[in-house]
């Protein structure tokens, strides 16, 4: 069975701190990680996966293995970076299995 | 190009109707998939498709769901003999190859269907 947890339904930052969106899993296999965004009154959309190692509108994650987590960091929170973000993981199939999301609210 | 499509937008039905949920897949994708969201929660799987037969359709709950793909284009979410449970947003998406294929693959998501059932 392969399981996601976001443990915080709402992170509250002010704008220039950093933040950092927790994310772990359960998978016996190698999964493939992913976070995805949906701003406001917008469709759910990629913002990074774990294999790209690239960074995104400032946010990287970092897949640790030994932690099992993925969690998603940015050194300096922006206004415009308040969205609801979900991490998401895909074991051996062509299915997505996702947390229950984190609400970021940056504040001025 | 134009992203996935969903329509209704919203849909209210009574309990005990039948309802189709419609999914327009950006044109040339092989992989659709559908997703429930239920308040509070993040989306869960239903059933995929990989061009007109349904590769896993472990996610449905029961048998009173029903999906259909018939041209390998537009999909269908059917659902019957509705109940208030029922109620949830209903996400589809595509893909250019099924996930699992390329390391760079992505699944685009349409806006949902909020399907609320009084």
């Known amino acids: 069975a392969q399981r996601v947890t976001q443990p915080e339904k709402l992170l509250s930052v002010f704008k220039g701190a950093p933040v950092e969106l927790k994310c772990n899993y359960s998978?016996?296999?190698?999964?493939?990680l992913f976070w995805y965004v949906q701003y406001s009154r917008q469709r759910l959309q990629l913002l990074l996966r774990?294999?790209s190692r690239e960074s995104i509108k400032g946010f990287t994650a970092d897949l640790n293995k030994g932690e099992t987590s993925f969690h998603l960091k940015k050194p300096f929170a922006q206004e415009e970076d308040s969205a609801m973000y979900y991490c998401a993981l895909r074991g051996g199939g062509n299915k997505l299995t996702f947390g229950t999301g984190t609400q970021l609210k940056v504040e001025l | 190009g134009a992203g996935v499509s969903q329509t209704p937008s919203n849909k209210v039905t009574e309990k005990g109707k039948y309802v189709e949920l419609r999914c327009d897949p950006i044109?040339?994708?092989?992989?659709l998939y559908w997703y429930r969201q239920s308040l509070g929660q993040g989306p869960e799987f239903l059933i995929y498709?990989?061009?007109?037969?349904?590769?896993?359709d472990s996610g449905l709950p029961n048998d009173r769901f029903f999906a259909v793909r018939p041209e390998g284009s537009v999909s269908t979410l059917k659902i019957q003999r509705t109940e208030r449970g029922d109620s949830a947003v209903y996400l589809c998406?595509?893909?250019?190859?099924?996930?699992?294929?390329?390391?760079?693959?992505?699944?685009?998501f349409g806006q949902g269907t909020r399907l609320t059932v009084v």
């Open positions: 044109s040339g994708h092989t992989a």
């Open positions: 498709f990989q061009g007109t037969g349904a590769a896993d």
């Open positions: 998406a595509s893909s250019k190859v099924p996930l699992g294929q390329g390391a760079g693959t992505e699944a685009f």
């Open positions: 774990h294999i």
């Open positions: 998978y016996s296999g190698s999964p493939e």
